[in-house]
């Protein structure tokens, strides 16, 4: 038998790591709407980080951001953010956005 | 260099089990105890308490979470045992595969016993079987000494750099497991000195606190079948390394079995019985009874199951007349029992030559020497010429 497959892992065992090789699943294209923040609610309490079910929010030291390669589009943290700070937005309003 | 003789003391199944996890000097253990594997884990908990063993005794409230235990353990570069038994090795099925994938070198003990859907607390090879495409290395062994011999090479083959692959060592519950027999302890330092070649091979990867490394993260597309094959590689590796282990070991302990096979009188043999487990010392004596007869009978007792050894079974069995297998569990929806017909596909390497299946001892019903001498003779009637049963239960046949 030819294996003409190169190698993804370097190691025996399927390892990955953030510096090298990170095998990952490309959950942000199963999105069909986007959590969108209006920062003039938010307080930085971090509920919304708390419950993301992927923990992809990114901390922007006075509010959270969801990161679009991974958010699904679940809107969990809309539904919990106590001060309705998260509109959920369909994607197709951003289609023109390449 | 060899060995010295070690100390002998009448000892069950299980506390030689554990004696052997023991003086391989596991870092982490986590064992459900479980009808009849319960005194493994509190002979563990024992050797801790009493400052014998020093290793982390992680005390969970099931299988599922002892294996997941001892696999996050192993991931980050431990040395680990666990055992199980039955309803606590199927409680486990999503961490054995998951175990597997990692490539983590778990070595676990499992004392055979029936499965759930007829409860039975009694010894059987359901088990094992169930698990049996969980991508685990599965041994099966015959008496006490092999348990403790085969604990010892386990560890050089889970952690060897090119198998990494976790182990698993049956033994029959009940007729092993509290069978109180002599066994040879090896000592402390020579098993070191046995384990001491892991320590020059290259180190496998483990989880370091602070970077972002992680093992078994989604194998998309190309990255799954390459593990895959990777993991499929590495078990038809496992077979010679399992040889190569035994004949270190027999070098070095004076005991060996075999590798993945052990053939008894098979070389002019014209007819063979293939049995596993402690079945195999009770099929040794009707061998020895039936050529007495005349009857050019030989054993051949299956030690690796998975890997399934091939190679050494086309070799044993190449210009046989018949061959009688003795199953103790049933392969639902194939109607041979689950090593005959595995056996049944190397026919073509083998012959076209009858292959008679038998299922027996199921339920702590025993193998006896009548039932094994029922097979000789009708596989000697097979072999020449005669009609045969294609399967036979002996017990429903016998009572």
């Known amino acids: 038998m030819v294996v003409k497959h190169k190698a993804i892992f370097k190691t025996e065992s399927p390892w990955s790591n953030g510096k090298g090789v990170l095998l990952k699943l490309d959950t942000g294209s199963w999105r069909t709407e986007r959590p969108v923040l209006d920062v003039s609610k938010c307080n930085y309490c971090g509920l919304c980080a708390l419950y993301c079910p992927p923990q992809c929010m990114f901390d922007r030291g006075d509010h959270f951001e969801a990161n679009l390669a991974f958010c699904k589009g679940c809107g969990i943290c809309a539904k919990e953010c106590p001060r309705g700070a998260y509109k959920m937005v369909p994607e197709g309003e951003f289609a023109n956005e390449g | ?399």
């Open chain 2, 1 to 399: 260099m060899k060995a010295k003789q070690g100390q002998r003391r009448v000892l069950t199944g299980n506390i030689v089990a554990a004696n052997a996890a023991r003086l391989c000097r596991p870092e982490v253990i986590a064992a459900y105890p479980i009808t009849p594997q319960s005194e493994v884990a509190e002979q563990l908990s024992a050797f801790v308490a009493d400052g014998m063993l020093d290793s982390e005794i992680v005390e969970v409230e099931g299988e599922n979470s002892a294996m997941n235990v001892v696999c996050a353990a192993s991931v980050a570069g431990a040395r680990v045992f666990t055992a199980t038994s039955s309803y606590g090795l199927v409680f486990m099925y999503d961490t054995l595969l998951q175990t597997a994938g990692f490539r983590a070198p778990v070595v676990m003990v499992n004392v055979n016993r029936e499965t759930p859907g007829i409860h039975a607390v009694s010894s059987g090879q359901q088990d094992m079987i169930a698990t049996r495409d969980s991508g685990w290395a599965q041994i099966i062994v015959e008496n006490n000494q092999e348990i403790m011999d085969q604990i010892i090479m386990s560890y050089r083959l889970a952690e060897d750099f090119d198998i990494q692959l976790p182990v698993m060592v049956n033994y029959d519950g009940y007729y092993l497991s509290y069978l109180a027999e002599a066994v040879e302890l090896p000592e402390q330092s020579d098993v070191d000195a046995f384990l001491e070649p892991l320590k020059k091979q290259p180190g496998r990867p483990r989880v370091i606190p602070g970077e972002s490394t992680g093992c078994g993260t989604h194998g998309m597309e190309m990255g799954y079948v390459e593990a895959r094959y990777k993991h499929w590689l590495a078990l038809e590796r496992v077979k010679n390394k399992v040889d190569e282990i035994d004949k270190a070991f027999g070098e070095y302990f004076g005991r060996s079995y075999g590798g993945q096979i052990e053939e008894y009188r098979t070389a002019d043999a014209d007819i063979i019985v293939l049995a596993s487990g402690s079945a195999a010392g009770t099929a040794r004596t009707v061998i020895d009874a039936k050529r007495e007869q005349g009857i050019k009978a030989g054993l051949v007792k299956l030690r690796l199951f998975r890997p399934f050894p091939e190679e050494r079974l086309i070799q044993a069995l190449k210009g046989k007349k018949a061959v009688g297998v003795i199953d103790r569990s049933v392969c639902f929806g194939w109607k041979y029992g689950p090593m005959c017909t595995e056996l049944k596909a190397l026919a073509p390497s083998i012959g076209s030559i009858p292959i008679l299946s038998y299922i027996d001892g199921l339920a702590n019903l025993d193998i006896t020497i009548p039932h094994i001498s029922r097979v000789v003779d009708e596989v000697q009637a097979a072999a020449s010429g005669k009609s045969f049963q294609d399967v036979t239960w002996i017990p429903m046949e016998e009572l």
